[in-house]
């Protein structure tokens, strides 16, 4: 995330987040004044005066404090349960930074410059050619499954878009409909039977799904436990993420689990019908690119444990230097030929520097911003998450830690029509302005 090294100090000041009380939660009445009309007029096509609809979950933190954690509109239409800071979503493509995390946390560098063809000997030969940092920064050259599985003639040319137009109550006890589903070894087998690419590995970057289906399976094979276990033992226990879970063809809840009872449906709105639910499709078991569920709360707490390790990073502390190089691939653009992909680890990234000359002041210094971001998309789910810093260089390039400045933000929500990058974008207004210059959250595109 930009600039993080800072020299050492004999005294460094007590770094302390504040967490909001989940019995006391804070709302800024600034942020709730700017989503309450939006998510009403998601509503606005209803006769008769009709208020329930699906909404969404946001927190904020600005700096070191969490400020807004509020929720709003409906979890579950046909029940009138309300979305709480406990409602469960599923969170799409939000899920490859913990895919990725775990992968970075198992594999060495040597092991992350390992071809395919180490691990999986019976890939055709444009395995040798990929590696598994390859996979992490989409630059594998590997079709999509989902676009394999729409041209296999299993399924119509518009599956997708028919399972968003069928009401369907799938969310949230999420039962096999089938004999069996697909499977992530489906989709291995699917991979496998392309025995050319479209592009040379390494050269293009192109978003993939199925590179981090790979991941899943490495994760796997390195652990022999499942993807689900290992992030639930390496992240969400030891953070308290106590409601998230990773979904697969191994789950099975039963009708009062938490994992039911709080998950939200999803809903997409179809002309002449209103809002639908909708859920079902033979992909749904499939994981590592997406089917992490989560809460807003524990998202809260995934979001504040990144802060703490960009702060104790940038102040050098020994004991998070294991961290540390995972945090610099994560946040680190890399270079195919004469490109730089911003995208690494489950995170779309942004930097920006600029000359700045402070009044009275003869010397310009520089003004670092960075962001990290990603969307989470299936369905009717939609999420997005986003992180940023600013603050001014020192001549030797550090950061210097008096200027520096850092905000957090999550939107999730269970409806199609709910723009969650573009209310995110509103929210960061709110704290640094909206002008891009300022704000590079400003610079996402939300169309």
């Not at 920006?352 to 369905?379: C, D, M, N, P, Q």
């Amino acid at each position: 995330m930009g600039s993080t090294k800072v020299r050492k100090r004999k005294r460094e000041p007590a770094f302390k987040i504040v967490e909001p009380d989940p019995h006391n939660l804070p709302v800024d009445p600034r942020i709730h004044k700017l989503i309450n009309p939006y998510y009403h007029a998601q509503g606005s096509y209803l006769e008769q005066g009709g208020r329930v609809f699906p909404g969404a979950a946001v927190m904020v933190r600005n700096n070191n404090e969490v400020v807004h954690v509020e929720c709003y509109g409906y979890a579950n239409l046909e029940t009138g349960e309300r979305i709480t800071p406990n409602t469960l979503f599923d969170l799409g493509s939000l899920s490859k930074q913990f895919t990725a995390f775990a992968a970075l946390w198992l594999f060495d560098e040597e092991e992350l410059q390992q071809p395919l063809s180490y691990f999986f000997p019976r890939f055709p030969r444009y395995a040798d050619q990929i590696s598994v940092r390859d996979l992490i920064h989409h630059l594998s050259g590997l079709a999509d499954y989902m676009a394999l599985y729409g041209a296999s003639r299993r399924v119509a040319v518009d599956w997708y878009d028919e399972a968003l137009r069928k009401a369907d109550g799938w969310y949230p006890q999420m039962k096999n409909r089938r004999r069996r589903e697909f499977t992530n070894k489906d989709v291995l087998h699917w991979i496998a039977s392309q025995k050319l690419l479209p592009r040379k590995p390494g050269s293009e970057f192109e978003y993939s799904n199925s590179g981090y289906v790979l991941l899943a399976e490495l994760v796997e094979r390195k652990t022999n436990k499942r993807l689900a276990d290992v992030l639930k033992s390496m992240v969400f226990q030891p953070l308290g993420m106590k409601h998230t879970y990773m979904f697969d063809e191994a789950r099975n809840f039963s009708k009062k689990a938490p994992q039911v009872v709080n998950h939200a449906r999803c809903y997409n709105r179809v002309a002449n019908k209103g809002f639908v639910p909708v859920g079902y499709t033979p992909l749904n078991f499939i994981y590592g690119d997406g089917n992490v569920h989560s809460t807003i709360m524990d998202l809260m707490k995934w979001e504040v444990a990144l802060h703490r390790l960009d702060y104790h990073t940038m102040r050098e502390d020994n004991e998070y230097s294991d961290l540390k190089r995972i945090r610099d691939i994560m946040w680190s653009p890399v270079k195919t030929g004469n490109r730089v992909v911003n995208y690494s680890a489950g995170w779309n990234l942004l930097f920006e520097r600029k000359r700045i000359r402070e009044k009275g002041s003869r010397v310009a210094r520089i003004f670092e911003s960075s962001a990290e971001f990603h969307r989470g998309e299936w369905l009717a789910w939609r999420s997005y998450i986003a992180r940023a810093t600013r603050g001014i260089l020192k001549p030797d390039e550090c950061m210097d830690p008096d200027t520096w400045q850092s905000l957090g933000i999550v939107v999730l929500t269970n409806n199609k029509q709910f723009n969650a990058c573009a209310v995110l974008q509103k929210i960061s207004q709110v704290y640094w302005g909206n002008l891009k210059k300022n704000n590079i959250m400003n610079r996402f595109n939300c169309a």
